[in-house]
């Protein structure tokens, strides 16, 4: 590294974020820019790990699975089941039967 000073930048979205390069790529929107991960991002830690672990970081893979599989994952708690539920929904989607 050479240059020694990280700048707090703001990018054309508002996110504060800071980059001691100039490369102008904000984290923030660097982030929406994947909607197909979208709903692992509003999900706990041990729950969003629960659902890679098994495979499943689309909302197209976790439709393959019904409320009932998805409970059964090492680390997934009920609490989240709404959160998945309401993503499904958005996306037109929802669990297997
Ligand atoms: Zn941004």
Do not use: W
């Not at 393959?64 to 998945?84: D, T, W």
Request: with cysteine.
């Amino acid at each position: 590294m050479t240059t020694s000073e990280k700048k707090l930048r703001t990018c054309n979205n508002g996110h504060t974020y800071y980059k001691s390069s100039d490369c102008p790529t904000c984290p923030t929107c660097e982030q929406e820019r994947k909607p197909e991960h979208g709903f692992l991002s509003v999900l706990s830690a041990p729950a969003r790990r629960a659902l890679e672990n098994n495979g499943v970081t689309t909302l197209q893979q976790l439709s393959n699975y019904s409320e009932k599989e998805i409970l059964q994952f090492h680390g997934m708690g009920p609490g989240s089941l709404p959160k998945l539920r309401k993503a499904l929904e958005e996306d037109g989607l929802s669990f297997r039967p």
